[in-house]
């Protein structure tokens, strides 16, 4: 089984519709992430937890919203979704680089998401 | 200044060339250095760490130098198999280490 998974992998919706989307992981990180990658633009941080009660903004939260329910699992929301949100979105988790851990990122598989 | 900077490619080289890439950053807090691989669609996975003395995976080397603030990997002789994107990770300090991506380059190794 996968260490970090992510639902749905594929959805198209529409403007104005609100979406979640999950990510579980086994790896036992306390750190999870939400990225978004566009075509020539790379990975952006939407948001990243350092533990159920830590959520921090990345440098694109704005029209996001996410819920960190428990270590393994974090949500990443649009209220309401826009067609510029059309995106492939990775979920990862991580270790705490130089406390013991390397801080190598696993990533979930992607959901790759359409707005109309 | 973007905060890690590579070039974007895309690099196109023989099967058996040796081809090597640069990524650039501005923080000189960052403390810890990675280079990802990106298949097409797929989800980035880890490649190798960089250490500061530099280190070697097979036919992959990886280097960081911390006084032009620039990390490096060099592929030798090149497969097939190695097109893909080359993603630079640098995560930077203050307690957080919060990785930071370049955008990547665009490795195509043809026949």
């Known amino acids: 089984d996968a260490d970090v998974t992510q639902t749905p992998r594929n959805r198209i919706t529409k403007t104005g519709k609100r979406i979640m989307l999950e990510c579980s992981q086994t790896k036992g990180h306390d750190r999870m992430y939400w990225y978004r990658q566009d075509p020539g633009l790379g990975l952006r941080l939407i948001y990243y937890s350092f533990d159920v009660k830590d959520i921090n903004k990345g440098e694109i939260s704005d029209g996001y919203s996410v819920s960190r329910q428990a270590q393994a699992k974090f949500s990443l929301s649009l209220e309401s979704a826009i067609p510029n949100q059309t995106a492939l979105y990775f979920c990862?988790?991580?270790?705490?680089?130089?406390?013991?851990?390397?801080?190598?990122?696993?990533f979930g598989p992607g959901t790759r998401l359409t707005v109309l | 200044r973007k905060e890690v900077e590579q070039d974007p490619g895309p690099f196109n080289v023989p099967e058996g060339a040796t081809v090597a890439f640069n990524c650039t950053y501005s923080?000189?807090?960052?403390?810890?250095f990675f280079w990802y691989r990106q298949d097409c669609r797929k989800e980035p996975k880890l490649l190798m760490s960089?250490?500061?003395s530099g280190n070697e995976d097979g036919r992959f080397t990886a280097q960081l130098n911390r006084a032009s603030q620039y990390i490096s990997l060099l592929i030798r002789d090149s497969k097939l198999s190695d097109s893909a994107t080359y993603l630079c990770?640098?995560?930077?300090?203050?307690?957080?280490?919060?990785?930071?991506f370049g955008r990547g380059t665009s490795l195509i190794v043809h026949p």
């Open positions: 960089v250490y500061s």
């Open positions: 990770v640098v995560n930077n300090r203050g307690g957080s280490y919060i990785p930071t």
């Open positions: 923080n000189s807090a960052s403390q810890s």
């Open positions: 990862a988790t991580s270790d705490i680089a130089g406390v013991g851990g390397s801080g190598e990122q696993f």
